[in-house]
């Protein structure tokens, strides 16, 4: 049976500044109300997999309300977090409950590059205390690293110290000048597909990481369905977002 999996941009805030960013700027959030109607329609549609994300999920102040709902009617429940809000608020901790895989933005453990990149200095240690916090959980953990020209030569190092934990997948993704924020400083991050490739060298020692999976931007165009913070529906198609109607009037399956 095919999956139908949606990525919901529940909110476009983010408590991060990264430089090679793609997310949508200058849309509005959606009430919890609103929210809650699209979260209806897409169990209405047989939504069976939902990946949260943004900006920063964990800012949009209903998220645990809307993931309890999903969790009850069968909903897979995925979020993508810079680790933040995580590593900083215990209480935001009881989200956990309702997850099913919970995904960490991490790039490099140096901290001068990560504040390079845009994350700050402290946003290793965060990403360390939230894995520490959920290795005994049952919880499948992933990690995303976006490869640039900022990090590539520090791969080899993140996968050394990802290799004390138990990571489900870890995921790379080629620096994309999809939009805003990455377009304009596509010339301070962009590289090759074939130094993309060669990233692929290093992670034949990592007994640890169950799997890898490596993404350039035509597998993004054709995995994924975004919902995105106003409610607007997404496709991205040869590189350019094209919008196909909204989540709270349109039925996003019809889309997939």
Request: glycine share 6%.
């Amino acid at each position: 049976m095919t999956k139908k999996r949606v990525c919901w941009n529940i909110t476009a805030k983010c408590n991060q500044n990264c430089k090679y960013c793609h997310r949508f700027l200058n849309i509005h959030d959606l009430t919890y109300e609103e929210n809650k109607t699209i979260l209806e329609n897409l169990i209405k549609d047989g939504v069976d997999n939902i990946t949260w994300t943004g900006g920063e999920a964990l800012l949009y102040p209903n998220l645990k309300e809307l993931l309890k709902i999903a969790r009850e009617n069968g909903i897979k429940n995925k979020l993508i977090t810079n680790g933040l809000v995580l590593a900083q608020n215990q209480d935001s901790r009881e989200i956990i409950d309702y997850l099913d895989s919970l995904t960490l933005s991490l790039d490099t453990i140096n901290d001068d590059t990560n504040e390079e990149l845009g994350r700050g200095k402290s946003h290793f240690e965060d990403v360390k205390i939230i894995l520490d916090y959920v290795k005994d959980k049952n919880l499948k953990v992933n990690i995303n690293t976006v490869v640039s020209k900022k990090n590539i030569d520090e791969i080899g190092q993140l996968g050394e110290f990802l290799n004390n934990y138990h990571i489900n997948k870890w995921k790379f993704f080629k620096f994309m000048p999809l939009r805003e924020t990455a377009e304009k400083n596509k010339n301070e991050f962009e590289i090759t597909d074939v130094e993309f490739e060669q990233t692929k060298n290093v992670f034949k020692h990592f007994g640890n990481i169950e799997e890898t999976d490596f993404r350039q931007e035509k597998d993004m165009e054709e995995k994924y369905t975004l919902v995105i913070a106003n409610g607007d529906i997404i496709k991205t198609e040869n590189g350019v977002d094209v919008k196909k109607g909204n989540a709270l009037y349109q039925n996003v399956v019809s889309f997939m």
